[in-house]
């Protein structure tokens, strides 16, 4: 059986987790769980890092010992992975005795190499980032890393003899391409490396400044550097934690980084693998930073984004699923609660919400909830559905996490659109057309089928619920098995319509209204109509059986609605819908307008809908209705 084996960094326990570390985790849990239903043996780790200067300083300002400290600190990101989901096989504490063991017989090994040696050392020492640095690697005086100040140290330690590595670490990185990605990130560390002579690394700090971290074992006067030790958690976790002693773990599928710690991974931990005679990782993968609202998250401004806030207001699958829809993985992103309630809206409650829907409400009205027998395969559908898999695969092996889920909403656009062109509401009505209805039917349940087990990794939650809606208890079966067309067997009792996820609105007091450029709060009193006024107006439920874009404009659509009669409607909704897709569609419409003309074209009524620009939504009936039905 195929091994993967995927990492985080380990974080450092001075930090409350924010959408930076969920970011991380969840990527990680994502390939985890695709692996595991491609049914691969996996070992998915993450941790935290508790050793440091930072961490022993904490600790004496709230009066305790760092251990401590440590112990309580842990349990933020125990905390937030459960929330999250997360599916780790194990975390790991660099306080473990067993951590600490394997990182002594690493330096050791190291030490008897000869690649490890004593010397003094001065130099411009920053506290945060716990890392010496050259005057000339100073930016105005402070630390070119994080901006603060730095203290000037002069004091024997211990050196890894990195330096030696820099030309086979060149070598090797041009050979292997993949090695760190994205492309940017291997330029950057290619650029570092190629530009400058590598130094050699201070591994050590003296133990009467620094008593909190893992003694060296050849000197204990001195403990290690926590950069040393914690890049060892990726192979002592092997030794003590993974669920299968008995697979060769080493070396890791992916490490998932964030891009500030690259150089750590790309240069520290690929040259001690290097010096240690062993296999370096497939793939490290650097990503992008999140800002919000354009602005970089900092706590002086107030903006740090925490997780658990946001899952509690919109839950955790919505959450999961806007990191890893909204920007390619390895770029930076924006965070901000309207693009997450756009994506929500648009993606979840609009177009899989309402597939979900649909489809289990004409199963409902049809066949009595039961999946019928088809008259046949709609080849189209059966290759779209089976094509997928590979270009998962494709796709994830290189952590294009975006394109992957594009690839799944091409399934969900297909099976939306199959159900407006085909309209089972009408061949419903013709006995001649019942064989016709049960291969739409069919094809439209099994589509869902396979959005399941290909959503699973992205948002188990949903997809789970999903699966059993559809009359499954659990994945019984690897990917390669269940993405065949034919798995939905005829007969198979499924669920009434539920709703998945419901429409985000704004909250009373707190809508936005614009006028005149500016944004007011709506809190009620101006604006106010009577009872008598709004009665005046008509809605009606249509249905779309022509849809064409009015000549000239990228906005307007023509549109003619059946709503007991034919109307014609110019909807300015073309920036969000194709004339194709609206075919069909259920749409509320306001019926007794006075007739305007709009781009030369006579508009006699005006189509409900929400949003603006690119995320506009139609307002449809939760199910099926007659057109022609009253809005009340």
Same mark, same amino acid.
């Not at 969920?22 to 990680?28: D, E, G, R, V």
């Not at 591994?203 to 003296?206: N, Q, T, V």
């Not at 209204?513 to 450029?517: A, D, F, H, I, N």
């Given at each position: 059986?195929e091994?993967?084996?995927?990492t985080?960094?380990?974080?450092?326990?001075?930090?409350l987790p924010h959408i930076?570390h969920?970011?991380?985790?969840?990527?990680?849990d994502i390939?985890?769980?695709?692996n595991?239903l491609?049914?691969?043996r996996?070992?998915?780790?993450?941790?935290t890092d508790e050793h440091g200067?930072k961490?022993q300083?904490?600790a004496?300002?709230?009066g305790? /010992?760092p251990?401590?400290?440590a112990?309580?600190m842990?349990l933020?990101?125990?905390r937030?992975?459960k929330t999250?989901n997360?599916?780790?096989?194990a975390?790991?504490?660099?306080?473990?005795?067993a951590?600490?063991a394997v990182?002594?017989e690493v330096?050791?090994?190291?030490?008897e190499k000869?690649?490890?040696v004593?010397r003094?050392?001065?130099g411009w020492y920053?506290?945060?980032d716990?890392?010496?640095?050259?005057?000339?690697?100073?930016?105005?005086g402070?630390?070119?890393e994080?901006?603060?100040p730095?203290?000037?140290?002069e004091e024997?330690?211990y050196f890894f003899l990195m /330096?030696?590595?820099?030309e086979?670490?060149? *070598?090797y990185i041009?050979?292997n391409p993949e090695?760190?990605l994205?492309?940017?990130?291997? %330029?950057?560390?290619?650029g570092?490396?190629?530009?400058?002579?590598l130094g050699d690394?201070c591994?050590?700090?003296?133990r009467k400044?620094?008593p909190?971290?893992?003694p060296l074992?050849f000197?204990d006067?001195?403990?290690?550097?926590v950069?040393f030790?914690?890049l060892?958690?990726y192979y002592?976790?092997?030794r003590y934690?993974a669920?299968?002693r008995?697979?060769?773990w080493?070396?890791a599928?992916h490490?998932?980084?964030?891009?500030?710690i690259?150089?750590?991974h790309a240069?520290?931990?690929?040259?001690?693998?290097?010096?240690l005679?062993?296999?370096l990782?497939?793939?490290?993968?650097?990503?992008g930073w999140?800002t919000?609202e354009?602005r970089?998250?900092s706590? @002086?401004?107030?903006n740090v984004v925490d997780?658990e806030?946001?899952?509690e207001?919109?839950g955790?699958?919505p959450?999961?699923?806007?990191l890893?829809?909204?920007?390619p993985f390895g770029?930076?992103g924006?965070?901000s609660?309207?693009?997450?309630v756009?994506?929500? %809206? /648009? *993606?979840?409650?609009?177009?899989l919400?309402n597939?979900?829907?649909?489809?289990?409400t004409?199963?409902?009205?049809?066949?009595? @909830?039961?999946?019928?027998?088809p008259?046949?395969v709609?080849e189209?559908?059966?290759?779209?559905?089976e094509?997928?898999?590979?270009?998962?695969?494709?796709?994830?092996?290189?952590?294009?996490?975006?394109r992957a889920i594009?690839?799944?909403?091409?399934?969900?656009?297909y099976l939306?659109?199959?159900?407006?062109?085909?309209q089972p509401w009408?061949l419903a009505?013709?006995?001649e057309?019942?064989?016709r209805?049960?291969?739409?039917?069919?094809?439209?349940v099994e589509g869902l089928?396979?959005?399941a087990?290909?959503?699973?990794p992205f948002?188990?939650?949903?997809?789970?619920?999903?699966?059993?809606m559809?009359?499954?208890?659990r994945f019984?079966?690897?990917?390669?098995?269940m993405?065949?067309?034919?798995g939905?067997r005829?007969?198979t #009792?499924?669920?009434g319509p539920?709703q998945l996820?419901p429409?985000?609105v704004? #909250?009373?007091g707190?809508?936005k209204?614009?006028?005149?450029?500016e944004?007011?709060?709506?809190t009620g009193?101006e604006?106010?109509?009577?009872?008598?006024?709004?009665?005046k107006?008509?809605m009606?439920v249509?249905?779309?059986?022509?849809a064409?874009?009015v000549?000239g404009s990228? #906005?307007?659509?023509?549109l003619v609605?059946d709503v007991?009669q034919?109307?014609q409607?110019?909807a300015?909704?073309g920036?969000?819908?194709t004339p194709e897709s609206?075919?069909g569609?259920?749409?509320?419409?306001?019926v %007794?307008?006075r007739?305007?003309?709009?781009?030369?074209?006579e508009s006699?009524?005006?189509?409900?809908?929400?949003g603006? *620009?690119?995320?506009?939504?139609?307002?449809t009936?939760?199910?099926d209705?007659p057109p022609? @039905?009253t809005?009340r």
């Open positions: 059986m091994k993967f084996y995927v985080t960094p380990i974080y450092y326990v001075n930090d930076g969920a970011y991380t985790t969840i990527a990680a390939l985890a769980r695709f595991r491609m049914g691969r996996v070992f998915f780790l993450t941790g200067q961490v300083k904490a004496e300002s709230r305790l /010992s251990k401590e400290h112990d309580r842990v933020n990101f125990k937030l992975w999250l997360i599916s780790n096989d975390f790991i504490r660099t306080t473990d005795e951590h600490k990182v002594q330096l050791q090994k190291l030490y000869g690649e490890i004593k003094p050392y001065k920053c506290t945060p716990e890392r010496f640095w050259t005057t000339k690697e100073l930016e105005d402070k630390c070119p994080c901006g603060r730095v203290e000037e140290l024997e330690n /330096s030696r590595y820099q086979p670490l060149i *070598d041009r050979k090695y760190i994205p492309e940017t990130r291997r %330029n950057e560390v290619l570092f490396l190629t530009s400058r002579p690394l591994i050590s700090r003296p400044r620094l909190w971290g893992i074992p000197d006067g001195f403990v290690t550097y950069w030790d914690a060892i958690n002592s976790a092997t934690l669920p299968d008995d697979v060769q080493w070396p599928d490490h998932i980084v964030g891009k500030d690259l150089t750590t240069v520290y931990w690929s040259t001690m693998l290097m010096a005679d062993m296999p990782p497939r793939n490290i993968f650097a990503h999140w919000v354009g970089k998250m706590k @002086s401004f107030g997780p806030k946001v899952v207001e919109y955790v699958d959450f999961r699923y806007f890893f829809r909204e920007v770029s930076d924006d965070f609660e309207k693009a997450l756009g994506r929500i %809206n /648009s *993606d979840l409650a609009n177009d919400g597939l979900v829907s649909r489809t289990l004409m199963l409902q009205r049809y066949t009595d @909830s039961v999946v019928p027998e008259s046949g709609e189209e559908a059966k290759r779209l559905s094509g997928i898999l590979p270009m998962l695969q494709e796709h994830l092996n290189k952590l294009s996490f975006q594009d690839e799944i909403w091409r399934l969900i656009d939306n659109k199959y159900i407006d062109t085909n009408a009505k013709r006995p057309d019942r064989d209805l049960s291969t739409v039917l069919y094809t439209a089928r396979f959005i087990i290909y959503l699973w948002i188990p939650q949903t997809a789970e619920r999903l699966y059993r559809l009359g499954y208890e019984e079966a690897t990917l390669r098995e993405a065949q067309w034919g939905m005829p007969g #009792k499924v669920s539920e996820f429409r985000i704004p #909250k009373r707190e809508a209204v614009e006028k005149s450029g944004r007011k709060e709506e009193g604006g106010i109509i009577e009872f008598e006024d709004f009665s107006v008509k009606k249509g249905r779309v059986v022509e064409e874009r000549k990228k #906005k307007l659509l023509r609605v007991g034919r109307v409607v110019v300015g909704i920036t969000t819908y609206l075919i569609k259920e749409v509320v419409v306001v %007794n307008l007739p305007v003309t709009l781009m030369g074209v006699q009524g005006m189509i409900l809908a929400t603006q *620009d690119r995320d506009i939504v139609l307002i009936p939760e199910r209705v022609g @039905s809005v």
